[in-house]
């Protein structure tokens, strides 16, 4: 009754040597000594896991047996310990009685808020043994060794589908459901899952606080930074199976994957025509629906697309981010400018695996190797030329039917091409929207004025085979080629 009543009053009599913790009585000191000694003489015969305290190892056996006899009245569930069970009813409650002391976070138990201030410590004290990677918890280490082992386990029992993580799949189960128990303050849309409203939130207030550190691109959303980060590093984690091309999405490899079977599960309402992928639905479905197009107001562009429109725009009014520091030229996205440079050092870096050839563009690739696999080819019913599109087989038709639609409405003059008449009605009108920032000489042409500015620069990037001879165009360089001829 004495040693009882110590723990009210609080008064202690006896120190802990090593760490001057006090204690009621020898028993209770004796028993927190064996935290500071590392002899574990309790072994559990399933996985030989061992443990300082017999009631440690009692406890850890349960885990085995899946006894749990602690549990919620208000959720159903249950723990081993009564402490998990202590501290899950604060979800319920909303009491969170730890509170960080840097940032004034507050959680629900001592053991999340330990984990909570190495995000500011930078401690990382779990380390994974296969890749070196670290972490704050061992549950976030347990987590990711999954992704070397490739155990998932747990499953769906609606679609089957496994998953690393219990918490991903309670959100996936909810697609099955129906169930968004997150709802946004501002626009009342629901979500799944709490990651989920968090970046839908940053939407509104427009915050993007995930920052690629090659281009400076920022991002709501830490998966779309992570997807964003591979376009620099070339990484292409997901492969085809069937084919064994690589990508960086696993959604690209999903929409891939269904060229290698016969499923079409897309289906139009309207016809009932079905297709492999959902914007092959989409685009179909806009020949029922007459979908207005959207025009270009410098030229006769047209797209259905808003986004597609804006950035043809941004072209006219030379809204560009980054330039070429060789030829001026400008580009939206970094990596656009990095293989334009290619083009002047000759360098070509993106090599097919097939034949072997190699490019100074990834476009100028993925175009090449759909010669190889066939895919998207529309060939030439009259002369057997293929392409890559079927917009470019409809132009590359008008050579053979004569077909010109586009007409100049100041001489009557008639093109195959809309690019080709608004280039040809700026002789009329006397228009050159592109000017040399060097010389200040306007051109009706991009291209003529980027030849122009190799005047400038000296750049030289056609070379005759025959005498090293530089030219600022291919057309100079053809007509030089002439002369050896008649040598």
Request: with cysteine; net charge positive; glycine share 6%.
């Amino acid at each position: 009754m004495l040693l009882h009543k110590r723990t009210h009053t609080g008064e202690v009599s006896l120190d802990c040597p090593v760490c001057e913790a006090s204690f009621p009585s020898n028993k209770s000191l004796r028993s927190h000594m064996v935290s500071h000694s590392d002899f574990r003489p309790y072994s559990c015969e399933v996985c030989n896991r061992k443990f300082k305290r017999n009631n440690e190892l009692i406890m850890h056996m349960k885990i085995h047996s899946g006894e749990k006899a602690y549990q919620c009245e208000l959720c159903d569930k249950s723990y081993v310990k009564f402490s998990g069970l202590k501290v899950h009813m604060r979800k319920h409650t909303g009491v969170r009685p730890y509170t960080c002391d840097v940032c004034g976070k507050s959680v629900s138990s001592r053991a999340i808020l330990e984990v909570h201030q190495r995000t500011h410590t930078g401690e990382k004290p779990h380390i994974c043994e296969v890749c070196g990677k670290m972490f704050t918890s061992k549950r976030y280490l347990d987590t990711h060794i999954r992704t070397h082992t490739g155990e998932k386990p747990f499953k769906c029992n609606e679609c089957g589908k496994c998953f690393t993580q219990h918490s991903t799949l309670i959100v996936h189960s909810r697609y099955h459901t129906g169930e968004r128990p997150h709802e946004c303050p501002v626009c009342s849309k629901s979500l799944s899952s709490k990651i989920a409203l968090d970046s839908h939130l940053r939407l509104h207030s427009g915050e993007k606080p995930f920052i690629c550190e090659r281009c400076g691109k920022t991002f709501s959303c830490k998966k779309n930074l992570t997807v964003h980060v591979r376009v620099h590093t070339g990484e292409k984690p997901y492969k085809c199976t069937t084919c064994g091309k690589y990508f960086s999405q696993r959604g690209t490899l999903t929409q891939h994957q269904k060229k290698h079977t016969e499923e079409r599960p897309y289906t139009c309402n309207i016809c009932f025509k079905s297709y492999k992928r959902p914007y092959e639905m989409k685009m179909h479905q806009r020949k029922h629906t007459e979908q207005k197009r959207l025009q270009c107001n410098e030229c006769d562009y047209t797209t259905i697309y808003k986004s597609a429109l804006n950035t043809h725009q941004r072209r006219h009014n030379q809204e560009f981010k980054y330039h070429c520091e060789i030829c001026g030229k400008g580009f939206f996205v970094h990596t656009w400018l990095l293989e334009h440079k290619n083009f002047h050092t000759g360098e070509k870096p993106f090599q097919c695996d097939v034949c072997g050839k190699a490019f100074p563009y990834t476009r100028s690739l993925s175009l090449h190797i759909k010669s190889h696999t066939g895919e998207n080819v529309y060939i030439c019913d009259i002369c057997g030329k293929s392409l890559t599109n079927k917009e470019h087989l409809n132009l590359h038709r008008r050579v053979h039917t004569g077909e010109k639609p586009h007409v100049c409405q100041y001489c009557g003059k008639a093109f195959s091409k809309p690019g080709n008449l608004t280039l040809h009605v700026r002789v009329h009108t006397g228009e050159r929207p592109y000017t040399c920032e060097i010389c200040g000489k306007s051109f009706s042409q991009r291209s003529t004025l980027v030849i122009h500015k190799r005047y400038h620069t000296g750049q030289r990037p056609y070379e005759c085979p025959h005498c090293q001879k530089g030219f600022v165009c291919k057309a100079l360089l053809n007509s030089h080629l002439k002369n050896h001829c008649f040598q």
